[in-house]
């Protein structure tokens, strides 16, 4: 089972809500990796009785077990399902979306096509310099984000095949004018206009003023979240409007009480 695999199941896993175990069993110096959920082995690799078990414990007392079983060291997570992004890129927006990402408790896989300085993005969960990999992560389930500033030759390329294998967020770093370009490119490489236009999120962001990479990287992954959690983008003063609520507080017929929301805790 390689890492792109790997990887293409996570999303999997993650878009259906489920929460999941991790297991990674150490053998030498290789560290082969599986995920068990609904008690169940996703790659059919831990599937001993003793391993389910034991993540079943993981998952019901909400802890990271370890164990040795058959002379092989085996690590069993639990983690609520969160997101996986795959950014396309080397640059420093790139970057910033591995930071950003990693902060707000997405997995975040890095592709790039012999430019990326693994040292600069050792926080992804997954990386690869070759190109080739994208084909083998992208599904319908991917969230996939081309963020080259000013663009590098491979775009056209990773754009082709995020398209081709239907990803269900596409997002493309880009003028309106390049933009309108890689449009025309995947039109001429036998894509529908339709359907291009109907994926295709470019320029990416959501119009906050961004202006440095951390914030272009913010703006971008708001939107991400704005589109898989199906939400308006509107200020919360808007969504919430308190001034329904002012009368009654001035005349003292609702009190002030402790908040109950916490928000929801991605274990990192």
Not at 221 to 243: T, W, Y
Not at 260 to 265: L, N
Request: proline share 3%; aromatic share 6%; charged share 25%.
């Amino acid at each position: 089972m390689s890492s792109c695999e790997f990887f293409r199941a996570l999303t999997k896993v993650s878009s259906e809500g489920d929460k999941i175990v991790i297991v990674k069993m150490l053998v030498g110096d290789n560290v082969i990796s599986d995920i068990v959920v609904n008690g169940k082995s996703l790659l059919g690799i831990a599937t001993g009785n003793e391993v389910l078990e034991l993540a079943s414990k993981a998952l019901a007392e909400n802890r990271t077990i370890e164990a040795v079983i058959n002379n092989v060291r085996v690590i069993l997570e639990p983690v609520e399902p969160r997101p996986t992004v795959i950014v396309v890129g080397s640059g420093l927006i790139a970057r910033a979306l591995l930071d950003v990402g990693n902060a707000i408790g997405y997995y975040v896989a890095v592709v790039g096509n012999g430019d990326i300085d693994k040292d600069r993005f050792s926080g992804a969960y997954f990386i690869s310099n070759d190109l080739r990999d994208l084909e083998k992560l992208v599904d319908e389930n991917s969230i996939v984000i081309i963020a080259n500033e000013g663009g590098k030759p491979y775009d056209a390329e990773a754009l082709y095949i995020a398209l081709k294998h239907n990803a269900k967020f596409i997002g493309l770093l880009a003028s309106q004018r390049r933009a309108a370009i890689m449009i025309a490119d995947m039109v001429r490489r036998g894509l529908s206009l339709d359907y291009v236009l109907s994926k295709l999120h470019s320029p990416v962001g959501l119009d906050i003023g961004a202006k440095t990479a951390g914030e272009i990287a913010l703006s971008i992954l708001a939107e991400v979240m704005m589109f898989i959690r199906n939400a308006s983008g509107k200020p919360m003063r808007e969504v919430k409007d308190p001034r329904k609520f002012i009368k009654d507080a001035l005349e003292g017929r609702i009190q002030e009480q402790s908040c109950s929301w916490r928000p929801t805790e991605l274990k990192l």
